[in-house]
């Protein structure tokens, strides 16, 4: 998906209201802040629960240095994978890209149960072997 010149103003401006600090690097609790800022007050705690565990991956995907934080141009990297006015689904094809960790272009098994495991609640952990089964056979 192209990025377009909206998307990015709207990611800049997300990225320069939590970069407080003005480093042009944010953290990971800082990425949680601008996902609350693009989702909205009302919309905010429902998106990051439904992202659950999946943070750290999407951070790491989106970290080419590997520092452990994000510059503006890597959190840009977001805007290929739809749009803000579509945050929830922006954010799951990213965890979905971010779940492929040999980068191959397909999510085996394991790869799949890492990502579902680490987005599920704790009380649900227990059926992603069930999930995984289901949708590999």
Excluded at 45 to 60: H, T, Y
């Amino acid at each position: 998906m192209a990025r377009s010149v909206e998307e990015l103003k709207v990611l800049k401006l997300a990225f320069n209201t939590v970069d407080k600090d003005n480093v042009g690097k944010i953290n990971a609790d800082q990425l949680q802040g601008i996902i609350a800022e693009l989702a909205g007050p009302e919309e905010a705690e429902e998106c990051l629960e439904g992202l659950g565990g999946a943070l750290p991956a999407l951070m790491d995907h989106l970290d080419v240095d590997k520092d452990g934080m994000l510059t503006f141009e890597e959190l840009s990297k977001l805007s290929e994978y739809g749009t803000t006015a579509n945050l929830p689904r922006m954010l799951i094809t990213a965890v979905i890209y971010a779940a492929d960790k040999d980068n191959n272009g397909w999510i085996t098994a394991a790869e799949l149960k890492d990502i579902l495991t680490s987005m599920a609640p704790p009380e649900q952990r227990h059926q992603v072997d069930e999930v995984v089964g289901m949708l590999m056979s």
